[in-house]
C-alpha cells in the first residue's frame, strides 16, 4: 500500500517555528519530486515548495513567494521522509498542510500544480495564534 502520513503540525504562536514531517510507506521518496502544499479555509490549494528527486542532475528546490525565505524543504532519504521546517510563521500561514509525492525527476515552474503529483498525504493542521 502506498502512503504518504505528515506529521508535526500544531498551535504555534506567531514569529514560531514549526516542523513538518511526511514519511512514505510502500515507494521510495528519493525516487520522486515531493512538494508541499497547503489550504486555508475558503481558499484554494496553494503550492509552497518543492523538492527534485535525488535521481536529480539538479537537485533544485522551488518556493512560493509568501514562504520563500521563511520555509525550508529538505529529505532524509535514510528515512525516507520530507521535512518542511516554517520559521517566523504567520497567522496567514494557518491552514491543512499536504506532502505530495509526484512521479517525475525535476521541479519545474509548474510545481504548484497538484495534478502534477500522484499520492497525497492526508494533512496536517497548523495554527498561528497568540
Known amino acids: 500500500q502506498l502512503q504518504l502520513v505528515e506529521s508535526g503540525g500544531g498551535l504555534v504562536q506567531p514569529g514560531g517555528s514549526l516542523r513538518l514531517s511526511c514519511t512514505a510507506s510502500?515507494?521510495?521518496?528519493?525516487?520522486?519530486?515531493i512538494g508541499w502544499f497547503r489550504q486555508a479555509p475558503g481558499k484554494e490549494r496553494e503550492g509552497l515548495s518543492c523538492?527534485?528527486?535525488?535521481?536529480?542532475?539538479?537537485?533544485?528546490?522551488n518556493y512560493a513567494d509568501s514562504v520563500k525565505g521563511r520555509f525550508t524543504i529538505s529529505r532524509d532519504n535514510a528515512k525516507n521522509t520530507v521535512y518542511l521546517q516554517m520559521n517566523s510563521l504567520k497567522p496567514e500561514d494557518a491552514a491543512i498542510y499536504y506532502c505530495?509525492?509526484?512521479?517525475?525527476?525535476?521541479?519545474?515552474?509548474?510545481?504548484?500544480?497538484?495534478?502534477?503529483?500522484?499520492?497525497w498525504g492526508q494533512g496536517t493542521q497548523v495554527t498561528v495564534s497568540s
Open positions: 505530495a509525492a509526484g512521479s517525475y525527476l525535476f521541479c519545474a515552474s509548474d510545481y504548484d500544480r497538484a495534478v502534477r503529483y500522484d499520492y
Open positions: 510502500g515507494f521510495t521518496l528519493n525516487y520522486y519530486a
Open positions: 523538492m527534485s528527486s535525488t535521481m536529480s542532475s539538479s537537485g533544485n528546490t
